[in-house]
């Protein structure tokens, strides 16, 4: 069974500009989360989709944003850009909520966003 | 709200020593606990959990055993290799399925 896929893998932007990163989560897994990681804050939950809907969200400035499709593919869009959003972006996906195994994530191998 | 504090690294041992890494949790309600392992340029890998009071996960020699009296869920191997070199993640899962994790533990096993 193949993983979880991101694409691209690595990102270079400029200040101002937006970008959007695209998650492809394991067969049969329907809910997609993403996290930001960097060297000073560690792992740091931005959403959950899950049937297209956002279930959580974490602690971030509306530029962060996401949405689900209906095939499970998830796609997170940042706005106006700024150099502390350079981070690795991964995503993780999770069987449907209510599975006995509902709460075992497995991760993508991120996408890396530099912001210049 | 919850979180999850692990021991700060870099933790440095020779192949073969005992590893040790400390977890500690704030949560409410029972949430599940997990370790995670990072190599260099891939994403997290799930190592280890436990969703109950003294459960004990354990994966390729690693364990960790749910301490809720304590609030503890530290990583043990008893003979690490080269091969373990990574960072390694504490996280817990609270019952809404949020997910919160350690700042994280880098650790390298010299030969």
């Known amino acids: 069974k193949a993983g979880v896929t991101q694409t691209p893998r690595y990102l270079i932007k400029t200040r101002g500009q937006q970008v959007t990163l695209s998650c492809s989560p394991i067969s049969g897994h329907r809910s997609v989360s993403w996290y930001q990681q960097t060297p000073g804050q560690g792992l740091q939950f931005l959403f959950e989709y899950f049937s297209e809907t956002q279930r959580n969200k974490g602690n971030f400035p509306g530029r962060f944003s996401g949405r689900q499709f209906s095939n499970s593919r998830s796609e997170m869009n940042v706005s106006t850009l700024e150099l502390g959003d350079s981070a690795l972006y991964l995503c993780a996906s999770s069987l449907s909520p209510g599975t006995s195994a509902e709460n075992e994530q497995y991760f993508g191998p991120g996408t890396r966003l530099t912001v210049t | 709200g919850n979180s999850v504090t692990q021991m700060e690294g870099p933790v440095t041992l020779s192949e073969e020593a005992f590893l040790t890494i400390n977890c500690t949790y704030t949560a409410t309600g029972y949430p599940s606990l997990f370790w995670y392992v990072q190599y260099p340029g891939e994403g997290l890998q799930l190592l280890l959990k436990?969703?109950?009071?003294?459960d004990k996960g354990s994966n390729k020699g690693f364990e960790a055993t749910y301490r809720k009296e304590t609030t503890s869920f530290h990583l043990e191997k008893g003979s690490v290799q080269v091969s373990d070199s990574a960072v390694y993640f504490c996280?817990?899962?609270?019952?809404?399925?949020?997910?919160?994790f350690g700042t994280g533990t880098s650790l390298t096993v010299i030969p």
């Open positions: 436990a969703t109950k009071a003294d």
């Open positions: 996280a817990l899962s609270d019952s809404g399925n949020q997910f919160y």
